[in-house]
């Protein structure tokens, strides 16, 4: 089947003619939460098809912003590019730093950060952004169908531009890549049936956070990073204890020390430490910079960095200045589930959780 998507209209609304029929029923049946927007340019896939790693969700979201966005010139040229999979410095073109201020930047950064980061530190990289650069070459995904919406509803009937997507998907299963269903996974089995069986298929725990995680994607970490690096010229890649499948969340605890009330967390656990930036990141899209307004060592920090110590750590002192880092995330996840902004959300923290002086009676707190 020829790529469909070449022949989009030029201009919105956005449907492909042999799509109108069923579009149109679903602008008649479906209320505001599931309207297909129609004004925003479709995105059925991301990212080059032959990559070794592709992931299969059920179709774009839409956010406020989403119309703004999709207006922009830079945008619609690089939405189209990726339509008719031309090449590009970054094949996923949402990771594009040029697009990194838009709402499909936020969600896929914050889904696929644990991965840039383990290409950074696999690879020794000087920065994020390279990483990010061979994530965006490395990984794709395909939509059970195109259009945005704002929470999912099946359609009723079949798409004709699905064909295509499931032509993809079949391409990808031949080839041996690595296959990571995000959401939809009944959908996608009944519409490739040779993915039932399939050695290379690896699901989530949640598919509710679709965060790409060892912890969320146990069985499938590992070939997923494996084949990124090996892609990129790694041949032996060997496996760390950062790629093990995380602990849990630790139970409720009981009443052990002044520092907690016994119904607050258990912020001693390093463990409440580590699903708090987890969230963050992924639901929040929480960022480096960020994080070193949060963190006594300012700059000096970053979230893997931390994230590690605190799964290699079983206990942080009573007085331990990780205990207010983490009651700081905790004030921040707070603060953004309220709907506040960042800025509000490390403000209040840094405000209501100081550090205590150092030892010499100069300040821990890092400027913002």
Known sequence: MPNPWVDLPETGPYAHP????????????????????????????????????????????????????????????????????????????????????????????????????????????????????????????????????????????????????????????????????????????????????????????????????????????????TSILANEGVANFSPQPVDLARTPDPPPREHQDDEDPPDEPNYRNPRETVRLLDILVGDFGFTEHQFSLLHHFGGGATIIGHRNYCEVTAKFTARSNNIIVARRLASCLTTRRGKGSWDEALAKARSEHPFPPRPDGTPWENPC
């Open 18 to 225: 042999r799509d109108a029929e069923v579009l149109a029923a679903c602008a008649a049946n479906f209320g505001p939460v599931h309207a297909l927007h129609l004004e925003c340019l479709p995105e059925p896939f991301l990212g080059n098809p032959r990559a070794p790693v592709v992931l299969l969700s059920r179709n774009p979201g839409f956010a406020p912003r989403d119309p703004e966005v999709h207006r922009e010139p830079g945008f619609i040229a690089a939405s189209r590019a990726n339509l008719r999979h031309e090449p590009a410095e970054y094949p996923f073109y949402l990771l594009s730093p040029d697009l990194a201020d838009t709402p499909g930047a936020a969600y896929w950064r914050g889904k696929l950060w644990h991965l840039a980061e383990r290409v950074l530190q696999a690879l020794d990289l000087a920065n994020i952004e390279d990483a990010w650069r061979i994530v965006a070459r490395n990984v794709a995904c395909v939509e059970y169908h195109g259009y945005h919406s704002k929470e999912y509803r099946p359609l009723g009937a079949e798409l004709f531009t699905q064909g295509y997507g499931r032509q993809l998907v079949q391409a990808a299963v031949e080839r041996g890549t690595e296959v990571v269903v995000l959401r939809s996974a009944d959908d996608w089995l009944a519409a490739v049936p040779m993915l039932r069986g399939y050695a290379r298929l690896h699901r989530l725990k949640s598919a509710q956070n679709v965060t790409l995680t060892p912890t969320n994607c146990p069985y499938g970490w590992v070939p997923v990073v």
